[in-house]
């Protein structure tokens, strides 16, 4: 029997002033003008130069006030798909004030402001439509300074050029990270599939990126009599002579500034030295700062291809698979990486 394909889902829209509108414009108009307190005029602005004119924003607004479908045909919503009229704004306005409740304390929420019970689903979906979605709360060690991190960018702009750079950082890599931690299974029931964790040794891989890509790598695997925190300072000295040194040109020439992080490893006088002798430099980054250094995203990279080729790994073991995982970069993912970095 052969593949069915099925099309993606048609979205209903509203064909206005010549233009089709579909839900999550309509919906972002209405949150701007109820949740916001946007004008019309105000919300036609913030919407140029693709988005719906001051009339079919009055229009979309006269269709929510009515209890009406925002997009299609002009008919009423159904009462147990969404919330319509002055409970929507309730709702959208308990979102905004407090937007780390679960679903059940906003429906709790309405339960003693109005009186009235809505379903979890009819929550889940109404909040899709006005294209309010889960996003991840980042979390900042207590040591971190912002100040201290424009500082590292003062000084990156006033002295160095993208050109110049040369980042590397260490990951560990345990057998958890080559194993895939979710699959699709029926909803409402838990999954039979169970993995059996055999704890081993951690591996940790080094590598060494520029614009110019992956320049080198190296994995280490954890030894009886090494830091259980991880490299130690030997082992990062030696990954210094073989996999950067050979890189390193002298300041200001391209390859000459090494930036690191400040593991404690990283700035003993021997490895500083190192880097000194061949003219080069050493930039460290902003304290608690993983973001500005762009070897962060490779190891996320490789462990994500880990995954993709778990099978692999336990053929050939991780130390191999990580070898070829860093060959398998793309070649212009260093200097991606790079960039997002701001660099």
Not at 78 to 92: H, I, N, P
Request: include cysteine; aromatic fraction near 10%.
């Amino acid at each position: 029997m052969g593949l069915v394909t099925f099309g993606a889902p048609r979205v209903p829209c509203a064909k206005m002033r010549g233009a089709e509108w579909g839900d999550q414009m309509a919906w972002l108009v209405v949150l701007k003008h109820f949740v916001l307190d946007r004008p019309v005029k105000l919300i036609a602005v913030d919407l140029l130069p693709s988005g719906p004119k001051e009339r079919t924003i009055r229009d979309i607004l006269a269709r929510f006030r009515a209890g009406m479908l925002l997009t299609g045909r002009a008919r009423r919503r159904r009462a147990d798909r969404a919330l319509t009229g002055e409970r929507l704004q309730l709702f959208m306005r308990m979102v905004m004030n407090n937007p780390t409740k679960f679903l059940d304390e906003l429906q709790q929420g309405l339960v003693d402001l109005e009186g009235v019970h809505v379903s979890t689903s009819v929550l889940c979906e109404t909040l899709k439509k006005v294209g309010l979605t889960r996003r991840k709360i980042y979390t900042l060690s207590a040591n971190y300074c912002e100040w201290k991190r424009i500082l590292f960018w003062r000084k990156y702009n006033a002295l160095y050029s993208v050109e110049q750079m040369v980042f590397t950082d260490e990951s560990g890599v345990s057998k958890h990270d080559t194993m895939r931690q979710f699959q699709r299974y029926w909803r409402g029931a838990r999954s039979p599939n169970r993995y059996v964790y055999v704890g081993g040794k951690r591996h940790t891989m080094i590598p060494v990126m520029s614009i110019h890509g992956v320049l080198d790598w190296t994995v280490l695997r954890a030894r009886r009599n090494s830091d259980p925190r991880g490299t130690n300072t030997g082992q990062f000295k030696r990954f210094m002579r073989r996999c950067i040194l050979p890189h390193l040109q002298p300041y200001p020439m391209p390859h000459s500034v090494v930036v690191m992080d400040r593991a404690s490893i990283h700035f003993r006088p021997d490895v500083i030295e190192l880097t000194e002798r061949r003219g080069a430099r050493v930039f460290p980054t902003a304290p608690y700062c993983p973001w500005d250094n762009p070897t962060e995203y490779l190891h996320s990279w490789v462990k994500s291809w880990l995954k993709r080729n778990e099978r692999l790994v336990d053929q050939i073991g991780p130390q191999l698979a990580m070898d070829r995982a860093f060959r398998s970069v793309p070649p212009l993912y260093a200097l991606n990486a790079i960039r997002h970095c701001g660099y």
